[in-house]
């Protein structure tokens, strides 16, 4: 029956759907115990123990490391859930029948079933992902399968999504507000696939092995949601501190002017931006964030609480009064396709040996994200305005 031609694809949509709504079911309780764990933290422990020190520096600890690093650890929950299913999904041979189903489809877009598993992979990570096309021995199928792995939605993506759409979303409609971000991924993906794929040919046929079905064990269920949240947690760190000094500096720089003012480095640089990104409802303040984002996704969460200044709890509040569902919405699919992290620009320069198809990597998504949240923004905005 999962292999079925017809019931096949709607079946794993299904999966993944029902995975979603299991994650946030249970995640969402976590998360906020999390958050209020952090809050009481800094109430209690942190802010008086600074009561002492200079201003800036109170400044710099507080609304710098301490909040960006808290709202990161915050949907950490969630994200421990997420691997924990998905490496259900995959140890249980359920993954091999995807690609297999899916194999005719992508043999349109000049790709085969083995793209889609990369694609998968890059769920976690477009790194590791993007290192395995070294499998496909064709280098058109290669270059095309890099091409499309960084609009896999990755877990630094995932956190973002979570922390906007537990803000803004009802709790009944943020499952299907994430899902529908995974199903735009794919759009983006086989978008780009359908339009590449005549300068990127392949004529490498498919060899798959299905292997049998198992259920994994508890302990390796565990090992697996651990081991890939930790390695998220490990490898996110050094960017996000990266990120928050240097948003919390462009912020409060010159130390005279008032914080995220016109008048700091943060401001005349969102004054720039302001012509480019106002048409898809994003404001300077998020804009600035999106900068950041290029260093590295996780930087975009890291960021927010130092630009408005706020902790978890309370920035939560403040992204919910200031942005209608739209404007969020537009905020995440702009997030989900724009730019890749730096990481895996360096991924992409080493495994395709070419500054020019690197370049092409680093533009096209930049552009197809502005021109989806455009075409988003303003029809929603005109449909809500009858």
């Known amino acids: ?92 041979g359920y993954l091999s029948r995807a690609a297999f189903l899916i194999d005719a489809f992508m043999s349109r877009l000049g790709l085969d079933g083995r793209a889609f598993v990369m694609q998968l992979m890059g769920f976690g990570c477009n790194v590791p992902a993007l290192m395995g096309t070294r499998i496909m021995r064709s280098r058109g199928l290669q270059l095309l399968t890099m091409l499309i792995i960084p609009f896999s939605l990755c877990s630094a993506q995932l956190q973002v999504f979570v922390f906007v759409t537990t803000a803004v979303f009802s709790p009944r409609a943020a499952p299907i507000v994430l899902f529908s971000l995974y199903v735009m991924s794919f759009f983006a993906a086989f978008v780009t696939a359908a339009l590449y794929r005549r300068r990127l040919p392949n004529t490498e046929p498919l060899l798959l092995e299905l292997p049998p079905y ?8 565990v090992a697996d ?38 008048e700091t480095l943060a401001g005349h640089l969102t004054q720039w931006l302001t012509p480019l ?11 600035l964030a999106l900068v950041f984002g290029f260093i590295a996704k996780e930087v975009v969460i890291g960021a927010l609480p130092v630009i408005y200044g706020a902790g978890e709890q309370s920035l939560a509040v403040m992204i919910a009064a200031q942005y209608n569902w739209v404007q969020a919405y537009s905020f995440m699919l702009f997030v989900l396709i724009y730019t890749p992290c730096l ?8 495994e395709s040996k070419s500054w020019r198809f690197t370049a092409l990597a680093v533009l096209w998504p930049l552009f197809l994200a502005w021109l989806v949240s455009f075409t988003f923004y303003q029809l929603a905005t005109f449909v809500m305005s009858l």
Do not use: C
Request: charged share 10%.
């Open 1 to 92: 029956m999962l292999l079925h031609p017809r019931l096949g694809l709607p079946l794993f949509f299904l999966t993944m759907y029902l995975m979603f709504e299991a994650v946030y079911t249970l995640g969402t309780p976590l998360q906020e115990a999390m958050a209020f764990l952090l809050e009481q933290a800094k109430v209690h422990w942190i802010e008086p123990f600074l009561i002492s020190t200079h201003n800036i520096l109170r400044s710099f600890l507080l609304e710098g490391i301490y909040a960006g690093i808290g709202t990161v650890l915050s949907p950490l929950p969630i994200i421990l859930l997420f691997f924990l299913f998905m490496g259900i999904v995959k140890n249980s």
């Open 214 to 221: 198992r259920f994994p064990t508890p302990r390796q269920m």
């Open 225 to 262: 949601g651990w081991r890939e949240a930790r390695h998220f947690v490990r490898t996110a760190s050094g960017f996000i501190l990266f990120g928050v000094v240097t948003v919390w500096f462009l912020t409060h720089y010159p130390f005279d002017a008032d914080a995220v003012s016109a």
């Open 277 to 287: 990104l106002a048409p898809i409802g994003i404001d300077q303040l998020m804009s």
């Open 343 to 350: 990481s895996t620009v360096a991924v992409l320069r080493q």
